[in-house]
């Protein structure tokens, strides 16, 4: 349990930090199942604006340190080669 006041402090920090960072995850998860559900229909057109719009979001969250660089670049990846399996 925390007992001076800059640990109390860095406790309250914490709390905030760790809702914030799991809404951020969590935003980060829906756009990646929203590229995927319009994968599954076999629209290529509507999967590649959904795959646009995810793009700076998993950069972003990757540059914040919500997830990390590697998760990031290897979502991409299997993102885009499931979109462009739809065009070919």
Same mark, same amino acid.
């Given at each position: 349990?925390?007992?001076?006041?800059?640990? @109390? +402090?860095?406790?309250? &920090?914490?709390?905030?930090?760790?809702?914030?960072? !799991? #809404?951020?995850?969590?935003? %980060?998860?829906?756009?990646? @199942? +929203?590229?995927?559900? &319009?994968?599954?229909?076999?629209?290529?057109?509507? !999967? #590649?604006?959904?795959?646009? %719009?995810?793009?700076?979001?998993?950069?972003?969250?990757?540059?914040?340190?919500?997830?990390?660089?590697?998760? !990031?670049?290897?979502?991409?990846?299997?993102?885009?080669?499931?979109?462009?399996?739809?065009?070919?």
């Amino acid at each position: 349990m925390a007992n001076s006041a800059g640990s @109390k +402090k860095r406790a309250r &920090q914490a709390v905030v930090r760790r809702a914030r960072n !799991a #809404s951020m995850r969590s935003m %980060v998860r829906t756009y990646v @199942k +929203k590229v995927f559900a &319009q994968i599954q229909t076999g629209n290529y057109v509507d !999967a #590649s604006k959904a795959l646009v %719009v995810a793009q700076p979001v998993l950069d972003g969250m990757a540059r914040k340190g919500i997830i990390t660089k590697a998760k !990031a670049g290897r979502t991409m990846s299997r993102l885009n080669a499931s979109v462009k399996a739809l065009q070919a």
